[in-house]
């Protein structure tokens, strides 16, 4: 059974720094894609960073560029969203999300995998 178990929410201060973890079982972590997705109220979830396999390619959205950092430890099946100089735009329930990566086709495959969110609360 497939499971991604994130962590690491709450209020943080603008400027202020979380980080993110996403936990993952059920699969063989390594073929797999890792990305961040986030919904704030009222609006479509968006994508905030995708990371590819491990050493691979990561993409941020524009809005989190130079603030956020996607990684990944492939040792502990766990998938981290580094959030520095947060603002009060990024409060938003955030999703761990996963699909398997073909690196030959650098293509997403397969069943589409998402975690049950954890809340992002940036004010002051």
């Known amino acids: 059974q497939v499971q991604l178990v994130e962590s690491g929410g709450g209020l943080v201060q603008p400027g202020g720094s979380l980080r993110l973890s996403c936990a993952a079982s059920?699969?063989?972590?390594?073929?797999?894609?890792l990305s961040w997705y986030r919904q704030a109220p009222g609006k479509e979830r968006e994508l905030v960073a995708t990371?590819?396999?491990?050493?691979?390619?990561?993409h941020n959205t524009d809005s989190v560029k130079g603030r956020f950092t996607i990684s990944r430890d492939d040792a502990k099946n766990t998938v981290y969203l580094q959030m520095n100089s947060l603002k009060p735009g990024d409060t938003a329930v955030y999703y761990c999300?996963?699909?398997?990566?073909?690196?030959?086709?650098?293509?997403?495959?397969?069943?589409?995998?998402w975690g049950q969110g954890t809340q992002v609360t940036v004010s002051s």
């Open positions: 990371i590819t396999r491990a050493g691979g390619a990561t």
């Open positions: 059920g699969f063989t972590f390594s073929n797999y894609g």
């Open positions: 999300y996963a699909r398997r990566f073909l690196a030959d086709l650098s293509a997403f495959v397969g069943p589409q995998y």
